[in-house]
């Protein structure tokens, strides 16, 4: 049965999976503790957590987060990034410390939702616009029909109105010149009663 403190990695790591846009999973072997905690930062910048774990918590973790898919990946010295926001900064952060350190077999490969990105295909990841730009593009598709409509339902109003005002002046127009009384005509008792309706008999 796993120590509490075992516990409380495999909960972090749970929560680092389930609230990450990507998790890219690295091979550290080859690099010193100096070499990760330089990665380490040059991926903080972007909003990225670079985690070294046993391969062990990290298939509990995954199993609670529902994605046992990634246990395939889990061989080997296992160190994975957490991708937030910016995938194509984190991306393109690991792709650039892999080339200037020299490390061609950084990246094992990645999970992106619920999918695993084979290692020649992560790069790919970093043309993924960021959620502010992505909601940027939504706005701008749907912008242009909403005005449209916005337009063409404004134009139907218009119409409306002008139409309700037409038939609203001719009515009037029609009871002054009908309805109205000479100076000495009395008024007849079925005037005084709403249209349609029918004086009651004494």
Known sequence: MPTPKKEATIGELTELLQKSQVAVLTDYRGMSVATITQLRRALRDKGVEYHVTKNTLMTRAAQ?????????????????????????GGIKALNDFSRTARLPDLIRGALFGPSLVPADKVADLATIPTRPQLYG???????????????SLNGLLGNLVNTLQNYADKQGEGTTADAAPTDNAPLAESTLLPEGDVPLAD
Do not use: R
């Open 137 to 151: 593009q939504i706005v701008g598709t749907i912008n242009g029909p909403l005005t449209q409509l916005v337009g």
């Open 64 to 88: 609670d987060a529902g994605l046992p898919q990634l246990e395939q990946m889990l061989t080997g010295p296992t160190a994975i990034a957490f991708v937030g926001d910016d995938i194509a």
